[in-house]
């Protein structure tokens, strides 16, 4: 096959021997689940992002999930999040019986607007869930202080943001809970698999007995002292975790590089592309989105692309309009207007820590003609 007609995928992980080694050495010990790889691999994880305390947990979706279940959030509430973003934010309200409420995004970073997210608080309103879109950290403070005003509970949904810095300090090392993930198109992966960090110890007890059906640290393993989950995390799944957060500041500067080098090449295309990091906020490169102009007929350029043998993807529709989200609670478009707009002109090219700058350049010559 050609090179130019190669297909070029979205996504790729990041997996080298020592992961393999890593992963053998828990098949051969015969402990495969509740050994203690699991403890090592939260330990390192909580240390590269200066958390105190980390639960792993078997995907970002359980610990949001737990997150509604620390909050105390419960049928009757309301919880606000992002409408730009992966539906597992919204869902973990529904899950824990209360009612998921949408304010806007800033139009550039596409995080969570801080006054959107004041304007929509009721007396129903019980926590907010702040998403780093995209890996840029959101707008923390201020989501902190509208929490503490309003006595409202704070959980960040972080799972695109591994390594992600703001106001100088890793995301996860803030004190409230943040929640992770690590489906193999993350900056690091382990299969599936997540983890919930927080500053708490009460918290983190909390999390560990949830995950494991409601057992006690005093119970026997068939004693459970509250309603809890399987939402453990396999041990052949955080060996592999270990190994790539042993590798996590080369994953995390090989995707800084290609995603450099994409904001060089896409220069003079007729895209926008990502907000540049600030003083506050360093993005972690989760993926690359560009924004084509209003007029483009973004799904036409997708089309073109895999045409020409190269994957892409909308990201990402608003939550609100998924068809289960409008059969249940009669949203409509013109809730929010800034999600609304993004959704329809974004899209996400071929982006990983070891994409050959021959594709990075393919694909941007591809993206140039299809917009022109
Ligand atoms: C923002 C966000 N939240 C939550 C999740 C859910 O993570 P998981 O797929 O591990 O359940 C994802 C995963 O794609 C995500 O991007």
Same mark, same amino acid.
């Given at each position: ?141 201020? !989501?902190?202080? =509208?929490?503490?005003?309003? %006595?409202?509970?704070? *959980? +960040?949904?972080?799972?695109?943001? @591994?390594? $992600? ?67 453990? !995390?396999?041990? =052949?799944?955080?060996?592999? %975790?270990?190994?790539? *957060? +042993?590798?996590?500041?080369?994953? @995390?500067? $090989? ?88 959704? $329809? ?28």
């Amino acid at each position: 096959m050609s090179v130019a007609q190669r297909r070029i995928n979205l996504s790729a992980p990041w997996i080298d021997e020592r992961d393999e080694e890593l992963v053998l050495e828990v098949l051969r010990s015969g402990q495969l689940s509740l050994g203690q790889t699991g403890p090592r691999f939260e330990s390192l994880l909580a240390d590269a992002v200066g958390a105190p305390y980390c639960a792993a947990v078997s995907s970002g979706t359980a610990g949001l999930h737990l997150c509604m279940v620390l909050a105390g959030v419960g049928p009757g509430d309301e919880v606000i999040t992002s409408p730009y973003s992966f539906v597992a934010s919204a869902n973990c309200a529904i899950y824990a019986g209360a009612t998921p409420v949408f304010a806007d995004v800033d139009a550039g970073t596409l995080n969570l607007d801080p006054v959107a997210v004041e304007a929509a608080i009721t007396p129903s309103t019980k926590a907010i869930v702040a998403v780093d879109i995209f890996g840029y950290p959101c707008e923390l403070d201020e !989501l902190r202080a =509208i929490c503490d005003r309003h %006595g409202l509970y704070l *959980v +960040e949904d972080a799972c695109e943001a @591994l390594g $992600a810095v703001y106001k100088g300090r890793p995301l996860g090392s803030h004190g409230h809970p943040a929640t992770w993930a690590f489906y193999p198109n993350k900056q690091i992966t382990t299969g599936e698999g997540g983890a919930v960090t927080t500053g708490s110890e009460e918290e983190h007890a909390l999390l560990v007995s949830l995950r494991n059906q409601g057992r006690l640290e005093t119970s026997s393993w068939l004693q459970h002292g509250r309603l809890g989950f399987n939402y453990r !995390l396999d041990d =052949i799944s955080a060996a592999l %975790g270990i190994g790539q *957060v +042993e590798r996590l500041e080369t994953i @995390l500067d $090989a995707r800084r590089t290609v995603a450099d080098r994409y904001t060089e090449l896409l220069a003079d295309v007729d895209v926008e592309t990502p907000v540049p990091d600030d003083g506050d906020h360093v993005r972690s490169w989760f993926v690359y989105v560009v924004k084509v102009p209003s007029g483009v007929d973004r799904d036409g350029v997708m089309a073109r692309l895999a045409g020409d043998g190269i994957a892409s993807a909308p990201y990402i529709p608003s939550i609100h309009l998924q068809s289960y989200m409008r059969e249940r609670y009669g949203f409509s478009e013109g809730m929010c207007p800034v999600s609304e707009d993004a959704s $329809a002109r974004t899209m996400a090219i071929p982006f990983h820590g070891r994409l050959p700058i021959e594709d990075q350049e393919r694909v941007v010559e591809a993206l140039r003609s299809a917009i022109r």
